[in-house]
């Protein structure tokens, strides 16, 4: 009986075929890999060395693309940044911006039955000055 350890032709690993001369790779998914690697070449006539070289260069360029994206981004965010803070209402609510809501709580009393302006502002009684304004 032959004592020589085969080869597997797909992924260079020593095996014991269980058919001696017959089989070329070590299991089935090897067979089949080496298979479509055969289709493969034949198909291009080249093997995928090239591509790689091609989507390094993408990669590359997509990269440099993004560079200057983030750059215009980061000046965009700036500008936007600075429109937010310019505006009082965006402000950070504070203690104090926190009290004056819950002291107009108090002072305005939502009034159900009447539908909100054309600001979408709802109407409400001011407690105060006993009548009604948009809030
Ligand atoms: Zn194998």
């Known amino acids: 009986m032959e004592s020589r350890n085969y080869i597997c032709n797909y992924c260079r690993k020593v095996y014991i075929p269980k058919r001696r001369g017959v ?5 089935n998914s090897c067979r089949v890999g080496s298979h479509n690697l055969e289709k493969k070449k034949s198909k291009t006539g ?7 070289v091609k989507s390094e260069n993408t990669k590359i360029e997509k990269m440099s693309l993004a560079g200057v994206g983030n750059a215009t981004f980061g000046t965009f ?3 936007l940044v600075k429109s937010i803070f310019a505006k009082e209402e965006n402000k950070p609510a504070t203690k104090g911006d926190l009290k004056l809501i819950s002291s107009k709580l108090e002072r305005f009393q939502i009034i159900k039955n009447m539908n909100p302006n054309f600001n979408g502002q709802k109407a409400y009684y001011d407690n105060q000055q006993k009548i009604i304004v948009y809030i």
Request: net charge neutral; charged share 15%.
């Open 23 to 27: 089989q070329k790779f070590c299991s």
């Open 77 to 79: 965010a700036a500008e």
């Open 46 to 52: 080249l093997v995928p060395a090239p591509q790689t």
